[in-house]
């Protein structure tokens, strides 16, 4: 390996270190690929189903066990562009700042724009202790109880 090749991995990893958000396209614009890809392979089985049955009715053979296994690896294809879909699906979802209103890509744990920790009913300690300050008596209203000389 040349000295030029090193720095050339050695910037693909710095980019990919920083890039995070980028790569993360990158791996959408993937998986929007695979669906078409599958698709179109749907489509080809589909297809190929349809020859087979005409073919199969020409020469007067028996179509059943090529629709049998043409079902099956349609179906296959079908499972996968369904996974597919709903990874799509789910990148998709936006999680709303509830500080500024930011849309945030649904993995994000603080907002992108003010930095405001998203999720927040996983915190919800932050409530309570302010209400408890609130029992505490103001000065001038001591309970009569501490007033009275005990008998
Ligand atoms: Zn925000």
């Given at each position: 390996m040349?000295m030029f090749d090193d720095m050339i991995v050695n910037a693909k990893s710095a980019a990919n270190a920083v890039g995070k958000k980028a790569s993360k396209?990158v791996?959408?614009?993937?998986?929007?690929?695979?669906?078409?890809?599958?698709?179109?392979?749907?489509?080809?089985?589909?297809?190929?189903?349809?020859?087979?049955?005409?073919?199969?009715?020409?020469?007067?053979?028996?179509?059943?066990?090529?629709?049998?296994?043409?079902?099956?690896?349609?179906?296959?294809?079908?499972?996968?562009?369904?996974?597919?879909?709903?990874?799509?699906?789910?990148?998709?979802?936006?999680?709303?700042?509830?500080?500024?209103?930011?849309?945030?890509?649904?993995?994000?744990?603080?907002?992108?724009?003010?930095?405001?920790?998203?999720?927040?009913?996983?915190?919800?300690?932050?409530?309570?202790?302010?209400?408890?300050?609130?029992?505490?008596?103001?000065?001038?209203?001591?309970?009569?109880?501490?007033?009275?000389?005990?008998?």
């Amino acid at each position: 390996m040349s000295m030029f090749d090193d720095m050339i991995v050695n910037a693909k990893s710095a980019a990919n270190a920083v890039g995070k958000k980028a790569s993360k396209l990158v791996d959408l614009s993937k998986l929007r690929i695979s669906a078409a890809d599958l698709n179109g392979e749907i489509n080809r089985k589909f297809q190929s189903l349809g020859r087979s049955v005409y073919d199969a009715h020409k020469t007067g053979s028996d179509p059943a066990e090529k629709i049998v296994s043409s079902s099956a690896e349609i179906d296959e294809l079908m499972e996968q562009l369904e996974a597919i879909n709903m990874q799509l699906v789910a990148a998709h979802a936006k999680v709303v700042c509830g500080y500024c209103g930011e849309e945030n890509s649904q993995d994000a744990i603080f907002c992108s724009k003010c930095g405001h920790r998203l999720f927040e009913d996983k915190s919800e300690n932050a409530a309570p202790e302010e209400a408890g300050q609130k029992e505490e008596p103001a000065p001038g209203a001591e309970k009569p109880d501490e007033k009275t000389p005990e008998k």
